[in-house]
């Protein structure tokens, strides 16, 4: 049989041998085996062996060859050697293998010597080398009809074979109540608002996830509520977003649209406090969230304003020849592949290095960044995310780009645990520390921390823009919400942080939003402490009681108005020193030198007394590191008196706690008094919670002979 000819484009050499085994992708995958220490290297097996003459090479690619072209470009560390390097020894050689792997099984992997790139591997569904090479090319005009019925048809495809999301989320029945209201799509140049009242025909409807961005003058109001469910909407003045989401619900053969600016009456606070409570159900009882990620405002649209992407590189693909497909009988045919790099490592260092953030997945959204958009993503069945450059459907099962071409799992959003939608009798009689129940933990707080890195328009929606979710967790934990932590596990959720790196945007809210101690008071990413609770841990202060009041009785996972959590721990003074500038510095590792006592003698009460010792069991001056990372930057220089309440004992060594300062300022004990007692009026000293800490000491252990006393956080 006739070999394919060769292109001018690639020299001889790699011709008869890269080329002609298709780059490995079709022998045994790549396995990084073991790290074999004399060579410092890993030893692989699997995929396409050889090697190349460095000089050789260099030559060839600056002769044109694009596969020379291509390894010199990708690994430069490997072939710009000295000239008198190359002078010396001209039959100088580097090893290569490549394939796919294990790891990255659609795309192909590349290791020169000691440096290892992944790269994505794509072909359009029309070329010879559609029938071995897997992926394709990303969608780029997703407003097209034939992208329309190709994303319809995956919708369709979930629906009827995607098992675990009928399992979470079964279809609508008789039974479901539609949302109060919803956008009649089905007349072309005029939409209509339409009065569900509750009604229980399940009727399927789409639902909208988008960033409003601009003001909707348009919206529904209490005085065009009437005339909205009377005579419509005129198509041609409703922003483009919400056209375009109007265009999407059509062609999937669906009738109604839910939407928040015409779905609820926005200029009337008892009809959003009532919406705003059924919201997990709107998404989460929807056919389909379509997520308009690529618009930053509603006034942008998400359908055509899509760039094309153009692969970094075209390679040609001699297709094999096999006699069990009939169309590449006779003369070999050669295709086209398209290569994409999404990063390398270098084995020496086992540095990670990314060629600039993938295009096309979901970090680079603008729904991915607001803090609205994070429930209504993790409350729907499945989304259609309208990307910067492709489609993808969204669902419990996977994520997949419309089109077959390939995505990386690791860019996608986090999902809900399955128990949280459906918590069966096993999860619900397991004690807080079982492995179910620590799995769910684990998951609220890795959302928590996603959802405050977003940003909020209106800084008081921070609770009422996690209510769905928050009511959720509440189902499957059994237990009651206190302001973003819940009573079983007070203590643990205590240990939030704010995220490292992020002081310049984390600010405590300008009024009273949420108590002290819950996350919910700052602006800005937190994380949590949480994954280093291990069996070996101890409390060291016990939770007495903890109350909030909410600003709305049917709203029980929205706003509240105040809240107190009454400790019994221990108090240790973290002495400061001001400056001559009056400024109160951090002391970010610091060493205290302690006064002696006897163990177990009991301690005056620290909050008593300004001469209080920090730990009275410690003589050495150097035995005690204390860390106090300020919730809050702009406090770290201005706060005379902090101190130190541990919670938990790691190893015997380490504790962990948060820091307080006393609670001053109208904003604060107002927040108190919103309980229906005065500050300070139960006897305890009334506190703040300013930062996390960490305290540090082969002697810890001695804290648990520490007297407690009771104290108010606010």
């Not at 005029?190 to 909208?208: D, F, K, M």
């Not at 128990?419 to 179910?436: L, N, T």
């Amino acid at each position: 049989m006739e070999s394919p000819p060769r292109p001018r484009s690639i020299c001889s050499s790699v011709w008869d041998g890269v080329f002609a085994a298709q780059f490995g992708l079709l022998s045994d995958p790549l396995n990084r085996c073991v790290w074999d220490n004399k060579t410092s290297r890993w030893v692989w097996t699997g995929g396409l062996k050889l090697s190349a003459g460095l000089a050789a090479t260099v030559k060839c690619a600056k002769k044109g060859c694009l596969w020379c072209r291509f390894l010199v470009y990708y690994f430069p560390s490997e072939f710009a050697r000295p000239s008198v390097f190359r002078r010396k020894c001209p039959l100088s050689r580097v090893n290569i293998r490549m394939g796919s792997s294990i790891e990255h099984p659609p795309c192909l992997t590349i290791i020169v010597n000691k440096c290892e790139q992944v790269f994505d591997v794509w072909t359009t569904e029309d070329s010879p080398a559609a029938i071995w090479i897997q992926g394709r090319l990303r969608i780029p005009h997703v407003g097209a009809p034939r992208v329309l019925a190709l994303a319809r048809a995956c919708v369709e495809q979930c629906i009827c074979d995607h098992e675990q999301c009928r399992t979470i989320a079964p279809p609508p029945t008789e039974f479901t109540s539609l949302p109060s209201r919803l956008i009649d799509c089905s007349t072309f140049f005029c939409i209509r608002v339409v009065e569900t009242n509750g009604n229980i025909r399940s009727e399927p409807y789409i639902a909208l996830s988008y960033v409003w961005g601009d003001d909707q003058p348009y919206r529904t109001t209490k005085g065009n509520l009437a005339s909205y469910t009377k005579h419509g909407i005129d198509y041609s003045i409703l922003p483009q977003t919400i056209r375009d989401a109007i265009r999407v619900t059509r062609t999937m053969g669906v009738r109604f649209l839910w939407l928040d600016s015409l779905c609820i009456v926005q200029d009337s606070q008892e009809d959003k406090h009532r919406e705003l409570a059924r919201m997990r159900d709107v998404y989460r009882h929807a056919y389909l969230t379509i997520d308009a990620a690529s618009a930053r405002s509603v006034n942008e649209g998400f359908l055509e304003n899509q760039r094309p992407l153009d692969p970094e590189h075209t390679l040609p693909f001699v297709c094999p020849r096999d006699s069990t497909r009939s169309s590449l009988e006779g003369k070999g045919l050669v295709g086209e592949i398209y290569l994409s790099s999404q990063y390398y490592v270098h084995e020496a260092t086992m540095d990670l290095h990314t060629r600039g953030d993938k295009p096309g997945e979901l970090p680079q959204s603008h729904t991915a960044r607001r803090a609205w958009c994070l429930q209504e993503t993790l409350l729907s069945t499945r989304s259609l995310v309208f990307t910067s450059e492709t489609v993808q459907l969204r669902c419990y099962t996977q994520t997949q780009n419309v089109g077959g071409a390939s995505h990386d799992p690791e860019f996608d959003l986090p999902r809900l645990p399955g128990a949280v939608f459906h918590p069966d009798r096993q999860i619900d009689i397991a004690p807080d520390d079982s492995e179910g129940r620590r799995s769910i933990r684990e998951s609220w707080y890795r959302i928590v921390e996603d959802y405050t890195n977003r940003s909020l328009s209106y800084p008081s929606d921070k609770l009422i823009a996690f209510a769905g979710v928050a009511e959720l967790y509440a189902r499957a934990l059994r237990s009651d919400y206190l302001a973003g932590l819940w009573r079983n596990t007070l203590l643990l959720d205590l240990l939030w942080q704010r995220r490292s790196g992020a002081s310049s945007s984390t600010s405590r809210c300008g009024g009273y939003r949420a108590p002290s101690w819950s996350w919910a008071c700052v602006d800005g990413p937190v994380a949590f402490f949480t994954h280093q609770v291990r069996s070996n841990t101890e409390a060291l202060a016990e939770v007495v009681e903890c109350r909030v009041t909410l600003q709305e009785e049917n709203l029980p996972f929205g706003p509240v108005g105040g809240g107190s959590l009454f400790l019994s721990a221990t108090c240790l003074r973290y002495r400061r020193r001001a400056d001559a500038d009056g400024c109160y510095r951090s002391f970010r590792q610091l060493a205290v030198a302690m006064e002696p006592s006897e163990v177990g003698r009991a301690q005056p009460s620290p909050l008593a007394s300004d001469e209080a010792t920090v730990l009275g069991i410690f003589s050495a001056p150097n035995e005690l590191s204390v860390t106090i990372q300020f919730d809050c930057e702009a406090e770290d220089n201005t706060l005379p008196e902090v101190w130190v309440i541990p919670l938990m004992l790691f190893d015997g060594w380490q504790v962990i706690g948060i820091a307080v300062t006393p609670a001053e300022g109208d904003t604060w004990r107002s927040a108190a008094a919103r309980l229906g007692e005065s500050a300070g009026t139960s006897g305890r000293e009334v506190y703040r919670r300013v930062g996390f800490c960490g305290v540090q000491s082969p002697r810890c252990h001695v804290l648990r002979s520490f007297s407690r006393v009771e104290i108010e956080l606010v």
